[in-house]
């Protein structure tokens, strides 16, 4: 328990800190906004794309790993999705929705946490699930919604728009970059990768006290705001889980450090990726907030009975 608590603890001091901020009107109405907008236009674009300039084949291709993660969590956000449309929401929330579901926190939480539990090794795992969290799934859950918010009938119509707005969106257009530059095969100056470093380094704080921001807000009269998060959150900490190990034992037989990496991943708490959609996008964000808390709190609970599990039931990494 502790281990993991000395790895969420910051999460909440971040969350409480924006919350404080709000309440105290130190920090006005929109900067949870603004602060989002930088993360979305700043921060993550040059964390997605430093990750994915510097990436190599050799260390990404772990092909039953990615499966058994990228297939878990995939299945997860198209199951949500489907679900929250049969029950009547738009494509727009219930692609927010299915990232919810899916979207592990593998930088914050899943990076140190492997670090600690599987040493040097764990590291592996933890960036290429990063990245298909990041990029993957998140290019995925944003091309869901452009083509949501789009009204145009005629489907060539339609389809420019969305191309023509994705082209735009700098979470898009980080990663991608990024790979085109892996691929020339040059490295980056020491200059950039310090510029990057400081840019990437505010992602998760920003994020977190953006957050906090927005839960200090004063009540909104919103549809969502008694929206209930458990459903979200139990998908999250016990179903993603399940269907990777799964996955990760039974069908790919994964050596036990990649095997329980995958599963250990699958496990972590909603990120901060779905709420800074939905600021970005200008969705409420009630549920979404509610979900990023109570799943990070639920997890100190389940992450820790996985890590019990992972040492006496199975043989050591």
């Known amino acids: 328990m502790y281990t993991v ?3 969420v603890l910051p999460i909440f001091a971040l969350i409480l800190v924006g919350y404080i901020c709000r309440k105290t009107d130190r920090l006005g109405e ?3 906004s603004e602060i989002n907008k930088m993360v979305v236009w700043l921060c993550l674009p040059a964390l997605l794309f430093k990750v994915t300039a510097t990436a190599t084949w050799a260390e990404l291709w772990q092909p039953g790993f990615i499966i058994s993660f990228g297939a878990g969590t995939l299945f997860i956000f198209a199951a949500t999705v489907v679900w929250r449309l049969v029950t009547g929401h738009s494509l727009v929330t219930s692609s927010i929705d299915g990232l919810s579901a899916g979207y592990a926190n593998t930088g914050y939480i899943g990076i140190p946490l492997c670090a600690i539990i599987f040493g040097h090794q764990g590291l592996q795992p933890a960036l290429i699930s990063t990245l298909i969290v990041v990029c993957l799934l998140f290019a995925i859950a944003v091309v869901f919604i452009e083509i949501g918010l789009q009204t145009e009938k005629h489907l060539g119509k339609a389809f420019a ?3 023509t707005a994705l082209s735009k969106n700098p979470l898009v257009i980080a990663p991608i970059a990024g790979a085109v530059w892996a691929v020339t095969g040059r490295g980056l100056a020491d200059p950039v990768v310090h510029f990057l ?7 998760t704080p920003c994020a977190l006290v953006s ?3 927005f839960l200090g807000r004063k009540t909104s009269a919103a549809k969502d705001t008694k929206a209930n998060p458990w459903p979200l959150v139990t998908i999250k900490l016990v179903g993603q889980p399940l269907l990777t190990w799964v996955l990760a034992f039974k069908v790919f037989a994964l050596t036990p450090l990649w095997a329980n990496s995958a599963v250990l991943l699958s496990a972590l708490p909603t990120g901060t990726g779905p709420f800074m959609l939905a600021e970005f996008y200008r969705r ?3 549920l979404i907030s509610r979900t990023i808390l109570v799943s990070t709190l639920g997890s100190l609970a389940t992450l820790t009975a996985l890590i019990i599990w992972m040492h006496f039931g199975q043989p050591p990494a």
């Open 30 to 32: 929109k900067a949870a």
């Open 211 to 213: 957050l906090g921001l």
């Open 5 to 7: 608590l000395a790895i």
């Open 197 to 203: 470093d400081m840019l990437a380094a505010a992602t």
């Open 161 to 163: 728009v969305v191309v």
């Open 284 to 286: 409420e964000a009630g």
